[in-house]
């Protein structure tokens, strides 16, 4: 990269920064086109209500981060997820079944023709285990391989196994992707001279906020680095107790050593009690 002053630019992993990032349609759409098989080009889409309200009685919602229609009828989800969890897979496959569930309509004439949907689930942790930046998820039949349905296909953006330096990229998916890594700690944005990057530029630039966009963007952030010091340092300290418990492990490890060393002298265990001073119970339990 060539030296360039570092400029401040947006955090794309908090939730302001994401959203202003990929509110722009033309941003989201040229992000989609890199790795999206739409059956054609995105050239147009439509912002939904990102909040979906529950087709049962109990009344739940879901929330989503983005929630967009194509211009083919096609829904798109677009999740960051900044922590890792439990079943995330499963909650995945939840969201996309409630967003398909959503568009059933009551009455007996609807015949359940339904639009697709597609989830993007762009997360700071890894989700498979392989070295696979990008996942996909499709409904096929494994014996020929072949799509049973298209009405549930998911992306899953592994981002921690994204390796590759600038001139490591070797696609439009990769130009992305190293942006949204490495834009925050560059202070710069690369591939500028590609449109869509240089728009990408002046939108993350913050010196381009208005004061209560600034505002904004600042709690959000604040409450971003926040979350990331609290799961920081409870992997610290669970490096701590991990650390603790090896030593004693070691201790215990080597007091069961030197008790099986006096016995095979002949001591018996009282004699290795009070040798050792230790409890005669934990002797005979070695």
Known sequence: MDKEEKTEMLNPFCDEGFKRIFGDKILLMDFLNSFVDAGAPIVDLTYENKELVSVESDGRTIIFDLFCKLDNGMNVIIEMQNKNQDFFVDRAVFYLSRAISAQGEKGRIWKYGINSVIGIFITQ???FDNDDVLSEMKLIDPKTN??????MHGYFIQLPKF???NDGCVDHFDEWIYNLKNMERMGNIEFKDQEVFERLWNLSNCSMLSIEERRKYERSLK???????QLDFAKNEGRAEGRAEGREEGKTEERAKTICTLRRKGKSDEEIASLLDL???DVKSV
């Open 125 to 127: 942790f890894r989700v």
């Open 146 to 151: 072949k799509m049973v349905s298209d009405k």
């Open 163 to 165: 390796k590759k330096s």
């Open 223 to 229: 409450a971003y680095r926040d979350y990331v010091n």
């Open 279 to 281: 409890d005669i119970e």
